[in-house]
């Protein structure tokens, strides 16, 4: 990292995680699906009780509640969250098969307060035993066998919003500017995936602080910390590290967020990317809300650029309609780019079951591809 990156990074990174004590929050799977598999364990027995005499009773939707004592079940801090996506269509021009295919996820969150401002939470995740098409445009959790998906604690200092934890999103402290409505898994970044919807290698630390005038900073750290890293150490020269910073304005019908993000890539070529997305909406309800991205990025004085525009109407009828397009990745000027288009319809059936059939356009070098998928999403 050039001096001047450093200077620009550090400071700004370790001002907002040099301290450690949390926002609390009511657990939900949207923050807690930022994090990567993890390992895999032993769910049967996770909550069996071993006083048979005891009176177990679920209080208010908060978990397992033993009424004399809290050993074998769940506190009365603990919440459980549940969710299943199915998908069902077919892809023409797929590259493993072009027949209807069927797929899911099984999605488990679970978090517990400590100090009521804090939370600690757990995401435990299964699927298909593996993806059905090669495109796999939903790119649900895969493996038949329950896997922790991401450990995280969050807490406040002072003015501060704290996220540390093991396979966790540098960009879990991040604002973003984006109200669309994504199909396709690609598309839910806004075209921003590298920056303001950046991942995380392993171990992280990430913070945010916002100002009530609606402007907010964030910065983190994400070091690799997996087993087959794990020797490499953290913050070593050997192992992949990044960091970010955000600065995001929000207003009442629109917003904006610019992201930067640095990628030592350990042995390989070092990566510096700068992202911004932007959304409004108006008051018109006939009107859709507009969210755009754009993002660059300087690989060895190459550079290459993506971007994405995606149109959602809340009320359609009964649900909502949203319409989008992006470059499938960036592209640099000696380059010609290819395009993914995608247009949903999303119903709510009732409060725990929506229905999202939707269609896709990839474009390829060869053949485009071409997807018809009703997706189901039950939460619970």
Known sequence: MKLFQKLLVAPATLGL?????????????????????????EFANAFVNDDS??????????????????????SETTTASFSIDTSIGSIDGDTVTEAVTFAYQYNIGLSTSFTGEDSLDVAIDSGSVGATTGDNPMAFDTGATLAVDGVTYSFPIGGLSMVVGNDTDISASFTGACSYSAFTDYMGDCGTGN?????GNGVTATGSYAFDSGLSIAAGISSIADAAGASNGILTDEGTDSYGMEVAYTADTWGVAVAYVYDDNAAAAETDTWGINATKSFEETNLPSLSVGFESQDTNGTDSTGYFVGLTWDEVGPGSL???????????????????YEASYSYPVNDGLTITPGVYIEEKAGDDLTGFILKSSFSF
């Open 322 to 340: 949203s319409v989008g397009g992006a470059t499938d990745g960036l592209y640099n000027d000696n380059q010609g780019s290819n395009m993914t």
């Open 53 to 74: 005499n005891s009176s177990i009773l679920l209080a208010g939707g908060e978990g397992l509640v033993d009424d004399s004592s809290f050993d074998g079940g769940f």
């Open 17 to 41: 995680l040099a301290p450690l004590s949390v926002s609390a929050g009511e657990a939900n799977l949207n923050d807690i699906s930022k994090y990567s598999n993890l390992e895999n364990i």
């Open 195 to 199: 920056s303001l919807g950046k991942g």
